[in-house]
């Protein structure tokens, strides 16, 4: 069983920047695919990240409303998943979860809001 727990959001005004941070409580070398979603209350969950690994190559993904704003990023060494988040907008206004896939097994970390005000 692995545990994840999302850090960083919090109060943000536009324009300005978070990173976010998906702490693994084991190592996170055996998920060939994580991601960042976020979810705002009465809509559904969408993908906002991702990034996979096909042998030994890393690849990324974005949601088109944070291309070229938001970068996804992973550290095995500590066992840790990352979002960096620029020229935040109010439209960003979520709570952010991290996900892992193992196989059939889908890990989701409790969120973590982010708020972003005019």
């Known amino acids: 069983q692995v545990h994840l727990v999302e850090s960083g959001g919090g109060l943000m005004q536009a324009g300005g920047s978070l990173r976010l941070s998906c702490a693994a409580s084991?190592?996170?070398?055996?998920?060939?695919?994580m991601g960042w979603y976020r979810q705002i209350p009465g809509k559904q969950r969408e993908l906002v990240a991702r990034?996979?690994?096909?042998?030994?190559?890393?690849?990324?993904d974005y949601a088109d409303s944070v291309k070229g704003r938001f970068a996804i990023s992973r550290d095995s060494a500590k066992n840790t998943m990352y979002l960096q988040m620029n020229s935040l907008n109010v439209e960003d206004t979520a709570v952010y979860y991290c996900?892992?896939?193992?196989?059939?097994?889908?890990?989701w970390g409790p969120g973590t809001q982010v708020t972003v005000s005019p």
């Open positions: 996900n892992a896939d193992l196989g059939s097994f889908s890990y």
């Open positions: 990034i996979w690994r096909t042998g030994s190559t890393y690849y990324a």
């Open positions: 084991g190592s996170i070398s055996i998920f060939n695919n």
